[in-house]
């Protein structure tokens, strides 16, 4: 399985733009970039996801590299809820795939 | 409401006991997903299931056991085999394809 690489760690203002980074170097041309959020003890849940074109919705934006080999997730203005760890992951298209997570960023937003 | 539900929320048990927990889904997914984390660490997949009667070892599989008698339901046990059981433990499932997936809200587990 194609493995991403992120960031241990950010820190962020309220109220201001966050950039998620994300590398996924060893892609392939069917993986779709994915995007989950976890919040202190809960389960993760669904950002955001992207092909090769720029995706927007109503939690965020991700902006997919040209040659597809990174991605950011944008948080266009950063509230206290969003303090969470951001997992980047690749799922290949056709049946249901192992859905392998990283270790993620853990996203730190003050006021 | 359409969705995965974990329980129990807490479960405690004594060492050298077998354990199973619960994951039920009305989301009318394919697929099930079973992962254990560890303190300030990132999810690692125990087992998955890609439909009924089917099922795949993940990344750290000794130690535990499933069965997907129904679609709906994935149960885990957590056997006496497994060295180090205390751990959070969640529950996922999708469509097939490239759809997103579905948490449960976990269950966290401690052996004394």
């Known amino acids: 399985d194609a493995k991403t690489t992120q960031p241990n760690s950010m820190e962020s203002n309220e109220e201001e733009p966050v950039h998620l980074p994300c590398n996924h170097s060893?892609?392939?041309?069917?993986?779709?970039i994915h995007w989950y959020r976890q919040l202190p003890s809960q389960g993760p849940e669904y950002v955001i996801h992207g092909l090769t074109s720029n995706v927007n919705n109503r939690m965020a934006s991700l902006a997919i590299a040209e040659d597809r080999k990174s991605s950011t997730l944008i948080l266009h203005r950063a509230t206290l809820r969003d303090a969470a760890v951001y997992y980047c992951i690749l799922r290949p298209t056709g049946t249901a795939s192992k859905l392998t997570f990283g270790t993620g960023t853990r996203l730190q937003v003050t006021l | 409401d359409g969705g995965i539900t974990q329980s129990p929320k807490y479960l405690f048990r004594k060492e050298g006991q077998n354990v199973t927990l619960s994951c039920e889904q009305n989301?009318?997914?394919?697929?099930m997903y079973w992962y254990r984390q560890d303190p300030g660490q990132g999810l690692r997949l125990i087992y998955y299931?890609?439909?009924?009667?089917?099922?795949q070892k993940g990344d750290i599989a000794e130690g535990y056991s499933v069965s997907r008698e129904k679609k709906e339901s994935f149960p885990l046990t957590v056997t006496s085999a497994q060295k180090n059981p205390t751990a959070f433990y969640l529950c996922a499932s999708s469509t097939t394809g490239i759809a997103e997936a579905f948490f449960g809200q976990g269950t966290r587990l401690t052996v004394v």
């Open positions: 299931s890609q439909i009924v009667n089917d099922f």
């Open positions: 989301l009318n997914h394919d697929a």
């Open positions: 060893t892609i392939s041309g069917t993986d779709y």
